[in-house]
């Protein structure tokens, strides 16, 4: 920017306004330092949930086939809520949860039992497709150690009528199952 001064007058505004304005050599500054947290608690989630404690609700459902009123073994797999053949439990990494198969609402003499009304058959749940090993009422699963790939927990059950014929209904259960880690 060019300035031209003209008289005494002009060069003492001059002056004045270059004295008003701030110099470099009094310019300065400071610092200072923002702290910014985060407490994460160690967690599982079930089936792509976010629900992390507390009532996870129904993890899944095993469906046997209609049967007529006497029957042999009968199948059938567990289906997550979500889909899948297994439940999917997702943890912190570096942690070892384990899953309780607990009871059912109608067990008895420690079996579990499918109930309609009064009526019962007994049915049993186990953690591999070839049905050789049971998961008994209680029965704690060790899932190992967690990494940020979620455990697949597959159940499998079977029913079987035992020879007696049983009379037409509805039979049904509901088994507790606990998370823990």
């Given at each position: 920017?060019?300035?031209?001064?003209?008289?005494?007058?002009g060069?003492?505004?001059?002056?004045?306004?270059?004295?008003?304005?701030?110099s470099?050599?009094?310019?300065?500054?400071?610092?200072?330092?923002?702290g910014?947290?985060?407490?994460?608690?160690?967690?599982?989630?079930?089936?792509?949930?976010?629900?992390?404690?507390?009532?996870?609700?129904?993890?899944?459902?095993?469906?046997?086939?209609?049967?007529?009123?006497?029957?042999?073994?009968?199948?059938?797999?567990?289906?997550?809520?979500?889909?899948?053949?297994?439940?999917?439990?997702?943890?912190?990494?570096?942690?070892?949860?384990?899953?309780?198969?607990?009871?059912?609402?109608?067990?008895?003499?420690?079996?579990?039992?499918?109930?309609?009304g009064?009526?019962?058959?007994?049915?049993r749940?186990?953690?591999?497709?070839?049905?050789?090993?049971?998961?008994?009422?209680?029965?704690?699963?060790?899932?190992?150690?967690?990494?940020?790939?979620?455990?697949?927990?597959?159940?499998?059950?079977?029913?079987?009528?035992?020879?007696?014929?049983?009379?037409g209904?509805?039979?049904?259960?509901?088994?507790?199952?606990?998370?823990?880690?």
């Amino acid at each position: 920017m060019r300035c031209v001064l003209f008289n005494k007058a002009g060069l003492l505004v001059v002056g004045f306004a270059t004295a008003l304005l701030p110099s470099s050599a009094m310019a300065g500054s400071s610092n200072g330092t923002i702290g910014v947290s985060l407490n994460v608690s160690d967690a599982c989630a079930v089936n792509g949930g976010s629900t992390t404690s507390g009532a996870l609700g129904q993890l899944g459902a095993i469906a046997f086939a209609d049967q007529p009123g006497i029957f042999g073994n009968v199948d059938a797999t567990m289906v997550a809520t979500g889909g899948g053949g297994g439940i999917a439990v997702l943890c912190s990494p570096g942690l070892t949860p384990s899953m309780t198969i607990g009871a059912g609402a109608n067990d008895a003499s420690s079996v579990r039992h499918l109930a309609s009304g009064s009526n019962q058959v007994a049915y049993r749940l186990y953690s591999d497709s070839g049905r050789t090993n049971e998961i008994t009422i209680g029965q704690q699963l060790s899932l190992g150690t967690a990494t940020t790939t979620p455990f697949s927990v597959p159940i499998y059950a079977r029913v079987n009528s035992g020879g007696a014929v049983l009379p037409g209904g509805a039979y049904t259960d509901t088994v507790q199952v606990t998370l823990s880690w």
